[in-house]
């Protein structure tokens, strides 16, 4: 070419990448200055945030530690809000040990927290956006609350957000970017100057005498000899390398053909082998497949391949060298592994034939071709690991097509279903579903598939003769390249156990483990439900709040054990003393409620009170021993007051409970509004139970 070509002039200045390069690094060491000025601010801002949680625990733990005692729920509030105005923190929250006991949880959660809008509202630990939120504070604190006597009365935590710090740290890092970068353009501005006054001014006129140059770009005059000598030397080496290029300029045409008829013929690694010298010559793509370039390979001999194989394979592929080298093998093929460049193994095909030979027969000259088969033979894998899942999981596997038949089942399907395999291969999936689900579930299930491409959730899975088990289901589609379905493959897991686990844990859950009654969960449950039915027939219904007399001297003369055994006995007397329809359940201890359901009036409770205090009074056998206790009953009646509420109801047969024992024991009252007692007197109950429901 006579001069340079547009492509030259498109190319990057020499000067410019160095400049930009040099700038980088002086760019690079004041970005660290930087980060290491962002890294002590944040630090130190870090310190500050944290030492005002410190702060506020200290000041809130001590401050609300006397309300708690008070039960003064909204003055600690106050003081929160305060707080939490005062030192703008995300949200403050404390749990009430004392008032938690009162509502039958853990804890008594209050607290402000700041909402999207910036203003804070209170905190509710029943809200899941509000705990969403919770979550995304920054930092965090909590403190125990104990009162005087030591006692721990509650927890108080601080969350602060990142706001602060982030607003801090951007007026950092635009002072330090702003800095970093004056100083950055200064130096690189100076280097600049210096550069093409003392090295790209010699380059320059090195670079405009190469202009005039042969059609291959070799100039056709030698080089100048700069001033300087650095580029003095440069230019003189140039000029003895475009001697030698010059040389071998036709030989590398030569092969520059040879290697691209190769590549174009057989669009794979291609080599040749001198066996009696080891010599080899392999194509840029033999090198590409194991991830190296020629140049990274050489010295490029047979040892290269036998460097690059498996040792496992390479015994192999010298076995079947050797059979072909004698004739026992018209051609030469194995397939072998090769360490790749980044470590792990590629799959090839190696081929090749003896071409020449010597006068005496030996092999001389071999060539041949290698492939990349690494994705074949990972298809393979993956398909012998799908068939050994199929054939061993312990779930069932069915496959279907796309329009919904049944192309196979594994042996586990077999064994959970009891259908065979000829039963149900090549029946419409239909032919499982079960009546137990109804249509819209079905649909539903369909319409998930067919949007999504899977579906998972419990099925009840027919089986052969007739019955079903609740199983884990899972439908997923299997799509080709062309993302079109063209099979669904549906997982079968037996879930029994884990429900019958459920109905176990749903009876510990709602029944007492000493007398088999309903414990207070199931109590109020019933009685909620009991007063909406009297509500909706016009009923009466009785809540009847028993007590046993006598049962701690029962507890301190034969031990907690004989207790136990008393307390059963007692509660299969009252569940065959009571109607089909009451129920009986205890509290805890000796004490024990009865509903009474379905009554046209008071006189309809009588005579279940009578035989209540007639079976409870009668002796028990103990052992060798007879226990003698009896019961002081107290009776509530809804709806006497309509808008009572369950626990209010359970308040007044307690306190009708107070008046049986105080006139005598050994008898039933029933509340009434002008008894002698207070409310006060049952609060020990109140304080177990659990909150009123809305629905009352």
Same mark, same amino acid.
């Given at each position: 070419?006579?001069?340079?070509?547009?492509?030259?002039?498109?190319?990057?200045?020499?000067?410019?990448?160095?400049?930009?390069?040099?700038?980088?690094?002086?760019?690079?060491?004041?970005?660290?200055?930087?980060?290491?000025?962002?890294?002590?601010?944040?630090?130190?801002?870090?310190?500050?945030?944290?030492? !005002?949680?410190?702060?506020?625990?200290?000041?809130?733990?001590?401050?609300?530690?006397?309300?708690?005692?008070?039960?003064?729920?909204?003055?600690?509030?106050?003081?929160?809000?305060?707080?939490?105005?005062?030192?703008?923190?995300?949200?403050?929250?404390?749990?009430?040990?004392?008032?938690?006991?009162?509502?039958?949880?853990?804890?008594?959660?209050?607290?402000?927290?700041?909402?999207?809008?910036?203003?804070?509202?209170?905190?509710?630990?029943?809200?899941?956006?509000?705990?969403?939120?919770?979550?995304?504070?920054?930092?965090?604190?909590?403190?125990?609350?104990?009162?005087? !006597?030591?006692?721990?009365?509650?927890?108080?935590?601080?969350?602060?957000?990142?706001?602060?710090?982030?607003?801090?740290?951007?007026?950092?890092?635009?002072?330090?970017?702003?800095?970093?970068?004056?100083?950055?353009?200064?130096?690189?501005?100076?280097?600049?100057?210096?550069?093409?006054?003392?090295?790209?001014?010699?380059?320059?006129?090195?670079?405009?005498?190469?202009?005039?140059?042969?059609?291959?770009?070799?100039?056709?005059?030698?080089?100048?000899?700069?001033?300087?000598?650095?580029?003095?030397?440069?230019?003189?080496?140039?000029?003895?390398?475009?001697?030698?290029?010059?040389?071998?300029?036709?030989?590398?045409?030569?092969?520059?053909?040879?290697?691209?008829?190769?590549?174009?013929?057989?669009?794979?690694?291609?080599?040749?082998?001198?066996?009696?010298?080891?010599?080899?010559?392999?194509?840029?793509?033999?090198?590409?497949?194991?991830?190296?370039?020629?140049?990274?390979?050489?010295?490029?001999?047979?040892?290269?391949?036998?460097?690059?194989?498996?040792?496992?394979?390479?015994?192999?592929?010298?076995?079947?060298?050797?059979?072909?080298?004698?004739?026992?093998?018209?051609?030469?093929?194995?397939?072998?592994?090769?360490?790749?460049?980044?470590?792990?193994?590629?799959?090839?095909?190696?081929?090749?034939?003896?071409?020449?030979?010597?006068?005496?027969?030996?092999?001389?000259?071999?060539?041949?071709?290698?492939?990349?088969?690494?994705?074949?033979?990972?298809?393979?894998?993956?398909?012998?690991?799908?068939?050994?899942?199929?054939?061993?999981?312990?779930?069932?596997?069915?496959?279907?097509?796309?329009?919904?038949?049944?192309?196979?089942?594994?042996?586990?399907?077999?064994?959970?279903?009891?259908?065979?395999?000829?039963?149900?291969?090549?029946?419409?999936?239909?032919?499982?579903?079960?009546?137990?689900?109804?249509?819209?579930?079905?649909?539903?299930?369909?319409?998930?598939?067919?949007?999504?491409?899977?579906?998972?959730?419990?099925?009840?899975?027919?089986?052969?003769?007739?019955?079903?088990?609740?199983?884990?289901?899972?439908?997923?589609?299997?799509?080709?390249?062309?993302?079109?379905?063209?099979?669904?493959?549906?997982?079968?897991?037996?879930?029994?156990?884990?429900?019958?686990?459920?109905?176990?844990?749903?009876?510990?859950?709602?029944? !007492?483990?000493?007398?088999?009654?309903?414990?207070?969960?199931?109590?109020?449950?019933?009685?909620?439900?009991?007063?909406?039915?009297?509500?909706?027939?016009?009923?009466?219904?009785?809540?009847?709040?028993?007590?046993?007399?006598?049962?701690?001297?029962?507890?301190?003369?034969?031990?907690?054990?004989?207790?136990?055994?008393?307390?059963?006995?007692?509660?299969?007397?009252?569940?065959?003393?009571?109607?089909?329809?009451?129920?009986?359940?205890?509290?805890?201890?000796?004490?024990?409620?009865?509903?009474?359901?379905?009554?046209?009036?008071?006189?309809?409770?009588?005579?279940?009170?009578?035989?209540?205090?007639?079976?409870?009074?009668?002796?028990?056998?103990?052992?060798?021993?007879?226990?003698?206790?009896?019961?002081?009953?107290?009776?509530?009646?809804?709806?006497?007051?309509?808008?009572?509420?369950?626990?209010?109801?359970?308040?007044?047969?307690?306190?009708?409970?107070?008046?049986?024992?105080?006139?005598?024991?050994?008898?039933?009252?029933?509340?009434?509004?002008?008894?002698?007692?207070?409310?006060? !007197?049952?609060?020990?109950?109140?304080?177990?139970?659990?909150?009123?429901?809305?629905?009352?």
């Amino acid at each position: 070419m006579a001069g340079m070509t547009p492509d030259d002039h498109k190319s990057p200045s020499l000067l410019a990448k160095t400049v930009a390069a040099m700038t980088a690094v002086i760019l690079l060491v004041f970005s660290f200055h930087a980060v290491y000025v962002y890294s002590s601010q944040r630090t130190e801002i870090m310190e500050g945030m944290n030492r !005002d949680i410190r702060e506020s625990l200290e000041r809130l733990s001590k401050n609300i530690a006397p309300f708690m005692a008070a039960y003064s729920i909204n003055e600690y509030e106050k003081l929160v809000a305060t707080e939490i105005a005062l030192k703008e923190h995300f949200a403050v929250v404390v749990e009430d040990t004392a008032m938690g006991e009162i509502i039958g949880e853990p804890y008594y959660v209050s607290g402000q927290i700041r909402g999207s809008n910036g203003n804070y509202i209170p905190y509710r630990k029943d809200n899941p956006l509000l705990n969403e939120r919770l979550d995304q504070a920054f930092l965090s604190g909590t403190t125990t609350i104990t009162g005087p !006597d030591g006692e721990e009365r509650g927890r108080v935590s601080v969350y602060v957000s990142d706001v602060p710090l982030v607003r801090k740290l951007h007026r950092v890092i635009v002072e330090e970017v702003f800095t970093v970068l004056l100083l950055t353009a200064t130096l690189s501005l100076l280097l600049a100057l210096v550069l093409r006054r003392y090295f790209f001014g010699p380059l320059q006129r090195i670079s405009a005498s190469m202009k005039n140059c042969d059609e291959d770009g070799i100039p056709l005059a030698p080089l100048p000899n700069p001033r300087y000598r650095e580029v003095r030397v440069l230019s003189r080496t140039i000029n003895a390398m475009l001697e030698s290029i010059k040389t071998a300029k036709e030989h590398r045409k030569i092969e520059r053909r040879r290697l691209e008829n190769a590549i174009t013929g057989t669009r794979t690694g291609t080599w040749e082998w001198n066996v009696s010298t080891g010599d080899t010559v392999f194509n840029e793509r033999w090198a590409e497949i194991v991830g190296y370039t020629l140049e990274e390979l050489a010295p490029i001999s047979i040892d290269t391949w036998a460097g690059l194989a498996h040792p496992d394979d390479l015994k192999r592929s010298g076995e079947l060298l050797d059979k072909h080298f004698r004739g026992e093998l018209p051609y030469y093929e194995c397939e072998a592994r090769m360490r790749h460049k980044q470590g792990h193994w590629v799959w090839v095909l190696d081929r090749g034939c003896v071409m020449t030979r010597t006068e005496d027969g030996q092999p001389l000259m071999m060539y041949g071709t290698q492939q990349d088969i690494t994705d074949r033979k990972e298809a393979e894998n993956k398909l012998s690991m799908a068939a050994g899942v199929f054939k061993y999981a312990r779930e069932g596997i069915i496959i279907t097509s796309a329009g919904g038949k049944i192309l196979d089942v594994n042996a586990a399907f077999t064994r959970l279903t009891g259908y065979a395999h000829r039963d149900v291969v090549h029946q419409d999936y239909s032919i499982l579903y079960s009546d137990r689900h109804s249509e819209p579930f079905i649909t539903s299930m369909l319409k998930s598939l067919d949007e999504e491409g899977v579906w998972s959730g419990e099925y009840w899975m027919p089986c052969r003769n007739g019955s079903a088990f609740p199983s884990l289901l899972t439908i997923a589609a299997v799509r080709n390249s062309a993302a079109e379905v063209e099979y669904y493959v549906t997982l079968v897991a037996d879930i029994s156990s884990l429900k019958q686990n459920e109905d176990e844990l749903r009876l510990i859950a709602h029944y !007492d483990n000493l007398t088999g009654l309903p414990n207070r969960i199931l109590l109020l449950e019933r009685l909620r439900h009991a007063m909406s039915v009297a509500r909706r027939r016009n009923e009466l219904l009785a809540v009847v709040f028993l007590d046993l007399d006598g049962f701690k001297e029962i507890n301190d003369t034969y031990g907690h054990a004989a207790g136990d055994e008393l307390l059963t006995i007692l509660a299969e007397r009252m569940n065959d003393a009571l109607r089909e329809c009451d129920t009986v359940a205890r509290l805890g201890g000796d004490e024990f409620v009865v509903l009474l359901p379905d009554l046209s009036g008071k006189g309809d409770c009588t005579p279940v009170l009578e035989r209540l205090l007639a079976t409870l009074s009668a002796p028990a056998r103990l052992g060798e021993n007879w226990a003698h206790v009896s019961a002081s009953l107290g009776v509530a009646l809804y709806p006497e007051q309509p808008t009572v509420k369950a626990d209010t109801l359970l308040r007044q047969a307690d306190l009708a409970m107070y008046q049986a024992k105080q006139h005598g024991k050994n008898q039933y009252r029933f509340f009434s509004s002008t008894g002698a007692l207070t409310e006060a !007197d049952a609060l020990p109950l109140l304080d177990s139970l659990p909150p009123e429901s809305s629905d009352t």
